[in-house]
């Protein structure tokens, strides 16, 4: 019984360990140099990472990978400052408002499709928007932030 179990487990292993050892194989030779991987429709990548290789492209059909594992070091490396700086864009907003609005405007966040009130810290300092009124933003499909409407 236990000589039964040991072929079980070994086989199991080996099963396991087929896709991780498939995953890495060489890239062919009809395959673009510098190539990582083929896409599902033909396509081929040459993106450092698997993850979203090939995003629009039906998913990855074979992996090819990177030489060794010094490229996969420096791509979460090179992935930490992107996700800071991009984290730090939401943090605050410009510092001046810009020129226009007044009474009865909202300022309408084209990015978000988020409309902001007089008073509210985001009024003005969005990168990409522009004043109008609430009815106009409103009927346009944008939306008071958090759903709620200015206060007259």
């Known amino acids: 019984m236990m000589k039964a179990s ?3 487990a070994l086989a199991f292993g080996c099963l396991l360990a087929m896709p991780a050892v498939q995953a890495q194989s060489a890239a ?3 395959a673009p140099a510098g190539s990582t991987g083929q896409c599902k429709d033909g396509s081929y990548t040459s993106n450092a990472t698997k993850r979203g290789a090939c995003k629009g492209h039906k998913g990855v059909k074979a992996w090819y990978g990177a030489a060794g594992a010094s490229s996969k070091a420096a791509a979460p490396a090179a ?3 992107a996700s800071a700086k991009k984290s730090m864009a939401w943090s605050k ?3 001046t408002a810009a020129p226009g609005g007044g009474p009865g405007m909202v300022w309408v966040n084209a990015s978000s499709k988020v409309y902001h009130c007089p008073g509210d810290k985001w009024y003005g ?3 990409h928007g522009e004043y109008m009124s609430e009815a106009d933003a409103k009927a346009k499909g944008f939306h008071g932030e958090h759903g709620k409407a200015c206060k007259p």
């Open 93 to 95: 907003p410009a510092a």
């Open 28 to 30: 062919p030779a009809a």
């Open 6 to 8: 040991i072929v079980f």
């Open 79 to 81: 992935a930490a400052p």
């Open 125 to 127: 300092k969005t990168k």
